[in-house]
């Protein structure tokens, strides 16, 4: 067989050692398996109660996007991000007693994530590939505890404004006191679920709508937008009805949060759905 016929044959592989085409799912397993610390501990923090079980929806993506692509994986996997993804499959198995669980269990999905895109055609954008292996994460817990109070503070702030134009409002800490009556913007109030399931519209839709890394990293900050848009607008409602001497229950708090949640979700998959100017879509 002459060089360049050895090059186009789908058996050829950079090192130089030919392998039938199943090799690359054998590479992808044996990846899997040796990030086993990262498995473990995720497993343990998404039913142990102590998380929300979301990042389920993001390795499901991930796996449909694979499956998707099965037939158009690349042969020769991109040498760099094939050592990226070993050598950090190493360390998460290294420094899984050393270094904080969260920590460790970043470094292995960024190392899957790596490894993905080696084999992954160029066609698919990476940066929504590496935001889904970070979404992937048991993230809410953490991101309630160090960023809830803020974005509770930052909501009660701007949802001030307009409830000042019909009642007298004043901001303590993160509650609202309007007309004298004391109204607490809790935890459930500061968008961190929406915030992760805004940005995995936006990787999900991206890739299914085959954005360019520019274009969707250029319409990224859209998503937070309007992921605090829809925050505001809800305390807002829920917090003029309460004012208004109208305290709605449990069940129509839930309604009105998944229904603003339904439309921020709508109007990200817009946004990253449409068409990039200039030129096809890839």
């Not at 066609?123 to 935001?131: K, N």
């Amino acid at each position: 067989m002459t060089p360049s016929r050895l090059i186009d044959s789908p058996r050829f592989v950079r090192w130089g050692i030919a392998v039938d085409t199943a090799a690359e799912w054998r590479w992808l397993a044996l990846l899997v398996v040796a990030l086993w610390p990262t498995w473990w501990w995720m497993a343990q923090r998404q039913f142990d109660g102590s998380d929300d079980p979301l990042g389920i929806l993001a390795l499901a993506a991930l796996g449909v996007l694979v499956w998707h692509q099965r037939k158009r994986l690349r042969a020769a996997p991109r040498l760099g991000l094939q050592a990226l993804a070993l050598c950090g499959a190493v360390l998460t198995t290294v420094l899984h007693t050393l270094l904080p669980d969260l920590v460790v269990a970043l470094l292995g999905m960024l190392s899957l994530a790596a490894g993905l895109l080696a084999f992954l055609p160029a066609s698919v954008a990476s940066a929504p590939v590496w935001g889904l292996a970070v979404l992937a994460l048991p993230l809410l817990a953490s991101l309630q505890f160090y960023a809830g109070f803020p974005l509770r503070v930052l909501t009660a702030e701007i949802s001030r404004w307009p409830l000042a134009m019909a009642h007298s409002v004043e901001r303590s800490g993160s509650s609202l006191v309007v007309d004298g009556q004391l109204i607490l913007v809790d935890a459930s109030c500061s968008g961190v679920q929406m915030v992760w399931l805004g940005y995995f519209t936006a990787c999900a839709v991206a890739l299914a709508a085959r954005r360019s890394n520019a274009s969707f990293l250029l319409r990224l900050p859209l998503v937070g937008v309007l992921v605090l848009t829809g925050n505001v607008a809800r305390n807002t409602l829920l917090v003029w009805a309460q004012a208004a001497g109208w305290p709605w229950g449990a069940f129509a708090h839930e309604v009105v949060g998944l229904t603003v949640l339904g439309m921020v979700c709508m109007a990200i998959g817009w946004i990253m759905g449409q068409p990039e100017r200039g030129g096809p879509a890839r």
